[in-house]
């Protein structure tokens, strides 16, 4: 069965530095979607992809973040000089043209920020 | 505010003994989703249930069943017979952005954590 793949699992990374988290969507998805989830509290809209640009972003998704799809299968987040608030996991999901369907979500990456 | 709420932080039972997870949305669309999802200690979040805003009628899947009431805007799902590996957080999300290009777009509840002892 087709998924959603993410990668790392899991990411350690410095306060300030940069990271890229990674996801393959579904081959024949067109929309894509970054959430988050701080550890203990409920899922959070970030940003919706569509045709090579933003759909739509939360307030979450300030300047900190962009999203790209640099090439025909992958999407990634990039968060700009992370803070110790980003620590969170970090769900990749994508959904076909057909409207009546549900999510299909990655099994997310872990970012630890120290 | 809050679009979904789910007032139950956490709900211990016995293996084998029913458990009903409440959801209460909130909506001005016509048209909207709802999701259950339950998210194990591993963490994925796995997909379980959706319901349009056109079918109120309730079904059983297995084990899982859900009442969903638009009178009074709550999407109750419940696990009959429950076991040790039900033990997750489940979550309850609602999606109003069908006619635009966000429709993946998912707003989840708090999230109720189920624990099941053998």
């Known amino acids: 069965e087709p998924e959603v793949t993410q990668t790392p699992s899991h990411q350690v990374t410095q306060m300030g530095q940069e990271v890229i988290l990674r996801c393959v969507p579904i081959s024949n998805h067109l929309y894509f979607y970054w959430y988050r989830q701080i550890l203990g509290q409920k899922v959070e809209f970030l940003v919706s992809f569509y045709n090579n640009e933003i759909s739509e972003k939360s307030e979450i998704f300030d300047d900190q973040f962009s999203v790209e799809r640099p090439d025909g299968s992958n999407f990634t987040l990039k968060i700009r000089s992370t803070k110790l608030e980003d620590s969170a996991m970090y769900f990749c999901?994508?959904?076909?043209?057909?409207?009546?369907?549900?999510?299909?979500f990655g099994q997310g990456t872990r970012l630890t920020v120290v | 505010a809050q679009k979904v709420t789910q007032a139950q932080t956490e709900i211990s039972v016995v293996e084998k003994e029913d458990v009903t997870l409440d959801c209460v949305y909130e909506t001005r669309d016509t048209t909207y989703y709802l999701f259950w999802y339950k998210q194990p200690p591993s963490g994925e979040l796995v997909f379980l249930i959706r319901?349009?805003?056109?079918?109120?009628q309730n079904e059983i899947s297995g084990r899982y069943s859900w009442n969903f009431q638009k009178s009074t805007s709550s999407f109750n799902f419940t696990i009959t017979a429950s076991q040790v590996v039900d033990s997750a957080v489940y979550f309850c999300?609602?999606?109003?952005?069908?006619?635009?290009?966000?429709?993946?777009?998912?707003?989840f509840g708090a999230g109720t954590q189920v624990v099941v002892t053998p």
């Open positions: 999300a609602l999606s109003e952005s069908m006619t635009t290009d966000s429709w993946g777009k998912l707003q």
């Open positions: 999901a994508s959904t076909p043209p057909s409207r009546n369907t549900e999510a299909f």
């Open positions: 319901r349009n805003s056109f079918d109120e």
